[in-house]
């Protein structure tokens, strides 16, 4: 049984960091991304990341604050969220997809989502 589970979300000042975590279990796949969605709006992309090698995609908005890694041995990938602003207030989850070639911002592209982690950052 596949599961993606969150961690690490919670309340930051602006200028802040968090470290979101997803632990997968299951089964491994070739790509897992960070989307989220804020209230009254749909969900978004953020970030993606090739389990093999690594490569990685973001959104234009948290190029260069935020940054996706992952832990093989663990079966963890992380998202680290520096220089946070109200407007990363938002519900993280965690996404994985089994479709190889480019990192896909789809969100219909991945199978399996956790459960969210709340992020909110105050001004």
């Known amino acids: 049984q596949v599961q993606l589970v969150e961690s690490g979300g919670g309340l930051v000042q602006a200028g802040g960091s968090l470290r979101l975590s997803c632990a997968a279990s299951?089964?491994?796949?070739?790509?897992y991304a960070w989307f989220r969605q804020a209230p009254g709006k749909e969900r978004e992309f953020v970030a993606a990341?090739?389990?093999?090698?690594?490569?990685?995609r973001y959104t234009d908005s948290v190029k260069g604050r935020f940054t996706i890694s992952r832990d093989n041995a663990k079966n963890t990938v992380y998202l680290q969220m520096n220089s946070l602003k109200p407007e990363d207030t938002a519900v993280y989850y965690c996404?994985?997809?089994?479709?190889?070639?480019?990192?896909?911002?789809?969100?219909?592209?991945?199978?399996?989502w956790g459960q969210g982690t709340q992020v909110t950052v105050s001004s």
């Open positions: 996404a994985s997809s089994s479709r190889f070639g480019d990192l896909s911002d789809d969100s219909d592209e991945y199978n399996y």
């Open positions: 299951g089964r491994t796949f070739s790509t």
């Open positions: 990341i090739r389990w093999t090698g690594g490569s990685a």
